[in-house]
C-alpha cells in the first residue's frame, strides 16, 4: 500500500483522518453570520481571506446535537466549486499514513456510516478516515437529506 497525507483531527470527541487532497486548508473561523432557511448543519457564512465560505456544523451534520461553540478551527474544502468551512473540535496533525477499507465488521452508527469511508492506523490505534464531501452534504435518512 501507498502512504498518503492525512490531517489528523477530533469531531465528536472521535479522533478522525481526513485525505489530503480534500484539504485546502486550516483555518480559525471568526464570526459566523446564521443564514435563514439552510439545513440544520448549515452554521452560516464567513469571510475569508476575501471570499466567502459555507461553515458547516461537523457535530450536526453528523445528526448529533449542533456544536456548543461559537466556532473556531475549520478545515475547508472545495466541493463542486464552492468552499465550506467545516468546524472541527480541533486539529492534531499531518502525517503520511496508508489507508485500509472498513474491516467488514465494523458497524458504524448514525451519521459516522455516511461519511466514514475507511481507516488509518496511527501508534497501533485505528483512526476513522471520513469524506469531507459526505460531511457536507449533511445527515441522510433512507438515502434523502434532513434538514
Known sequence: ????LFLIAQVAGRGVAIDSAQVESVVDIGH?????RVARHIRGLAALRSRVVTVVDAHAALGLPPMGIAGSRAVI??????HYAV????LQDVAAFSAAPLPSGIALDGGWRQVGCGQVERDGEPILAIDLTALVQGP???GVAVN
Do not use: A, F, N, Y
Request: aromatic letters at 0%; charged letters at 20%; proline letters at 9%.
Open 32 to 36: 459566523v453570520t446564521p443564514t435563514p
Open 77 to 82: 474544502t472545495v466541493i463542486d466549486g464552492h
Open 1 to 4: 500500500m501507498t502512504e498518503q
Open 140 to 142: 441522510l435518512v433512507d
Open 87 to 90: 468546524l472541527v473540535d480541533s
